[in-house]
């Protein structure tokens, strides 16, 4: 069984579509994050959770959202989806009480076109 | 300027030769740098920790310069299943703790 999933695995939309990507993880982490991976540019942070009351916006956060539903649970929004937001999406966890804490663990990605 | 800097390569060697990535980190109070490494179409995963001066894996030997701030991997003894793309990491300081931020990867294929 996956430790991180993502939900979808792959989305088509539109230009002004809200779309958004769920992410789980069964490993008890505190810590996730979301990352955006387009070619060439290798992962860009995008927001941070360190529990459920905690949100940071990272590196290129705008035109996006997030909530923190639960300790497993982390979603990111893409209010009204441009073109330019087609990429392909991670989803990590982190656990700051492992021996090897600094360690993320990815899910599988969603891969998101935006036409 | 980018915390993290990589050479994206690509490098292209035969089977049992030795390569080496290199990657720069900007922030000289960094402590925490790692290799990742990601299969094509797939998520990236922990390929080696570098906590101290340099540690070795097998084929895979991690190096750090505080001086010169950058981290090295050298695989020696390539392999076909080597083909992938290596991501360095760089964990933040201070108010950034916590956080990784990554090196562009560099890609690599390994060919009989």
């Known amino acids: 069984d996956a430790d991180v999933t993502q939900t979808p695995r792959n989305r088509i939309t539109k230009t002004g579509k809200r779309i958004m990507l769920e992410c789980s993880q069964t490993?008890?982490?505190?810590?996730m994050y979301w990352y955006r991976q387009d070619p060439g540019l290798g992962l860009r942070l995008i927001y941070y959770?360190?529990?459920?009351?905690?949100?940071n916006k990272g590196e290129i956060s705008d035109g996006y959202s997030v909530s923190r539903q639960a300790q497993a649970k982390f979603s990111l929004s893409l209010e009204s989806a441009i073109p330019n937001q087609t990429a392909l999406y991670f989803c990590?966890?982190?656990?700051?009480?492992?021996?090897?804490?600094?360690?993320?663990?990815f899910g599988p990605g969603t891969r998101l076109t935006v036409l | 300027r980018k915390e993290v800097e990589q050479d994206p390569g690509p490098f292209n060697v035969p089977e049992g030769a030795t390569v080496a990535f290199n990657c720069t980190y900007s922030?000289?109070?960094?402590?925490?740098f790692f290799w990742y490494r990601q299969d094509c179409r797939k998520e990236p995963k922990l390929l080696m920790s570098?906590?101290?001066s340099g540690n070795e894996d097998g084929r895979f030997t991690a190096q750090l310069n505080r001086a010169s701030q950058y981290i090295s991997l050298l695989i020696r003894d390539s392999k076909l299943s080597d083909s992938a793309t290596y991501l360095c990491?760089?964990?933040?300081?201070?108010?950034?703790?916590?956080?990784?931020?990554f090196g562009r990867g560099t890609q690599l294929t390994v060919w009989p």
């Open positions: 959770s360190f529990d459920v009351k905690d949100i």
């Open positions: 490993k008890g982490h505190d810590r």
């Open positions: 922030n000289s109070a960094s402590q925490s």
């Open positions: 990491a760089v964990m933040g300081r201070g108010s950034t703790l916590g956080r990784l931020y």
């Open positions: 990590a966890t982190s656990d700051p009480g492992l021996a090897s804490y600094n360690e993320q663990f």
């Open positions: 570098v906590y101290s």
